[in-house]
């Protein structure tokens, strides 16, 4: 059994995912995919849940509360929040800078909980 990141870690991480350039060719699919205007990446594969339970409040503190957004089933949802829809039923979805910032856990087993940062609203979201 692997040990978890601190908490501190894990934000440090998410900074970086937020500030990094978001490419303009797609890479192949899963986590750690980019593509014009996203990056998605795996946060953790252990205890992702709690992961994210303990990401939620300093990522409150920092940008505000979360919206939440269910992504499967939806039809004409676009990119990349279909590709995470495949991925994650469900996410936590902040407002970051002038970048969008989604937390899911993946259907399978055990979870991994992924972030994905893009400059796309999220379905149903002001721009």
Same mark, same amino acid.
């Given at each position: ?15 970086? /995912? ?39 409040? %300093? ?32 996410? /936590? ?16 087993? %055990? ?11 999220? %379905?149903?979201?002001? %721009?």
């Amino acid at each position: 059994m692997t040990e978890q990141r601190p908490v501190k870690d894990q934000l440090t991480a998410l900074d970086l /995912l937020c500030t990094r350039d978001l490419d303009a060719e797609h890479s192949g699919p899963g986590p750690g995919a980019f593509g014009p205007g996203y990056r998605i990446a795996e946060l953790a594969r252990e205890s992702a849940g709690a992961v994210l339970d303990g990401l939620r409040s %300093p990522l409150a503190k920092q940008w505000g509360e979360p919206g939440r957004h269910a992504l499967a089933d939806q039809t004409e949802i676009s990119e990349p929040w279909a590709f995470l829809g495949t991925l994650a039923a469900e996410v /936590l979805v902040w407002r970051t800078r002038d970048r969008w910032l989604a937390l899911g856990l993946t259907h399978d087993e %055990p979870a991994r909980l992924l972030a994905l940062v893009t400059t796309a609203a999220p %379905p149903h979201a002001a %721009p």
